[in-house]
């Protein structure tokens, strides 16, 4: 039996038992559900960056959203909440429009 060992969408167990193949799931705790999140976020920032394609890119950014909505809820706030510090940030130091890439700054 292939071992995954990582966090997986509520209903990937259902969808798993509907091919008739068996598995192992636990609950995990508050400590290791942030954890595992987190490297959720960085397994779908990976596979964001594999994308070759439009629609596999659109397909990564919408799992990674999936991760925002999930980081949102464990802080115990709202995505328009993380919305309002964007733009207040975007209004400060600005966003990425202009594609700048600092390259040095003297000392």
Do not use: Q
């Not at 995990?28 to 559900?33: D, I, K, Q």
């Not at 595992?36 to 919408?62: D, G, I, P």
């Amino acid at each position: 039996m292939p071992k995954y060992n990582k966090l997986v969408r509520d209903k990937i167990p259902e969808i798993i038992e509907l091919t008739g193949k068996k598995y192992v799931t636990r609950a995990l705790s508050e400590e290791e559900y942030i954890k595992e999140l987190t490297n959720k976020s960085f397994e779908e920032l990976e596979e964001y960056r594999s994308a070759v394609t439009k629609e596999e890119a659109l397909e990564e950014l919408a799992d990674l959203m999936e991760v925002i909505h999930a980081f949102a809820k464990y802080h115990n706030t709202t995505l328009d909440e993380v919305e309002k510090l964007r733009r207040k940030k975007a209004v400060k130091r600005g966003a990425f429009k202009e594609k700048i890439f600092l390259v040095e700054v003297e000392d």
